[in-house]
């Protein structure tokens, strides 16, 4: 009877080395959500994108992109391009972010990135059961559906909110609320989450807005500062040269918050766990 236990063993052992284990890893999944700058304006100008891909957001069979069909295709800039349909789309930080994330933990596996920034929203469109909050969920679950797992928010917004006192001061509160809803219906209430201070605005009370996007106090909310990021000439967006810069930053804020990674895959660990289960309730049965 003991032979049988080794040949089980055996089998399973070689069944788990057989495993295509760096094919089994979930997609780690991320949400861009915001406004133009998260979007992408780096080299737009007059409305015509001028087509220059800086080397930091080159394609890579690693990173995907969820389409506005709804269906992963391999990621190139720009990535909003039908998602944020009534502008011109260039640069924004997500393929750099993508890059230094997959530089810098090489193990990760496939990065899934799910665009739904809208140039010109204020906080109150991305409201709990507003089209763009509905949207951003339902695109969150489509990105799901072949599996992954969603590891994080990258935001930049808040422009529009600086232009009238009163959106200005109920900024925090709204934001507090849109982290905490969206968590609460990904089901991921500790969803790393990192967000943009603004650095300049056309908006009176720039200063009001900034102050909150930096005192938020939620765990696993980060916040990188885009002071001392140049802008382009059109005085209001992000420049590609920035935006590389950006990218990196977000990386570098979501690395300090990510859970560490697990050392297998969980198929190959729950084919393991059920071999175990399977071998102690015979020696159970047995005894
Ligand atoms: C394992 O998966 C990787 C990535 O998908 C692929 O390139 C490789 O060919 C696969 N290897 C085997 C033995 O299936
Ligand atoms: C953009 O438009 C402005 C105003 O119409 C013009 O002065 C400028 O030369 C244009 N820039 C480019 C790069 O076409
Ligand atoms: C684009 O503009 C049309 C017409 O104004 C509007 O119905 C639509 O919602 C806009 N789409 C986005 C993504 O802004
Ligand atoms: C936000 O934008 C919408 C649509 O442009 C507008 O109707 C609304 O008044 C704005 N709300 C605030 C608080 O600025
Ligand atoms: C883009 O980001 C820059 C840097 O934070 C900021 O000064 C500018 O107001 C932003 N523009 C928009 C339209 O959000």
Request: hydrophobic letters at 40%.
């Amino acid at each position: 009877m003991l032979s049988l236990v080794w040949l089980i063993l055996l089998t399973s052992s070689n069944l788990v080395r057989t495993q295509n284990i760096s094919h089994a890893k979930p997609k780690s999944i991320f949400i861009l959500a915001g406004q133009s700058n998260m979007s992408g304006r780096g080299g737009v100008t007059n409305g015509t994108w001028d087509g220059i891909v800086p080397p930091q957001c080159q394609p890579n069979s690693q990173i995907l992109r969820l389409n506005s069909e709804l269906k992963w295709e391999t990621a190139h800039e720009p990535l909003h391009r039908d998602i944020d349909v009534n502008k011109t789309c260039g640069i924004g930080p997500g393929m750099v972010f993508a890059n230094s994330i997959l530089e810098r933990e090489s193990g990760i596996g496939e990065i899934g990135l799910v665009p739904c920034a809208i140039g010109g929203t204020n906080i109150s469109e991305w409201a709990r059961g507003s089209s763009l909050y509905n949207q951003l969920v339902v695109r969150a679950q489509a990105a799901l559906n072949h599996g992954g797992l969603i590891r994080g928010i990258l935001w930049y917004q808040g422009e529009s909110d600086t232009e009238n006192r009163e959106d200005a001061r109920l900024y925090k509160g709204r934001l507090e609320k849109f982290f905490t809803d969206v968590r609460s219906d990904l089901k991921s209430p500790m969803l790393p989450v990192v967000q943009v201070a603004l650095a300049s605005g056309q908006g009176k009370y720039l200063h009001v807005v900034r102050k909150a996007q930096l005192e938020i106090d939620l765990p696993n909310v980060r916040c990188v500062d885009a002071k001392g990021l140049q802008l382009q000439p059109d005085g209001l967006h992000l420049g590609s040269a920035a935006q590389v810069r950006l990218g990196k930053m977000l990386a570098d804020a979501f690395l300090q918050i990510m859970a560490p990674l697990p050392v297998q895959s969980s198929a190959s660990t729950r084919f393991h766990n059920f071999f175990l289960d399977f071998l102690l309730s015979w020696f159970r049965y047995k005894s």
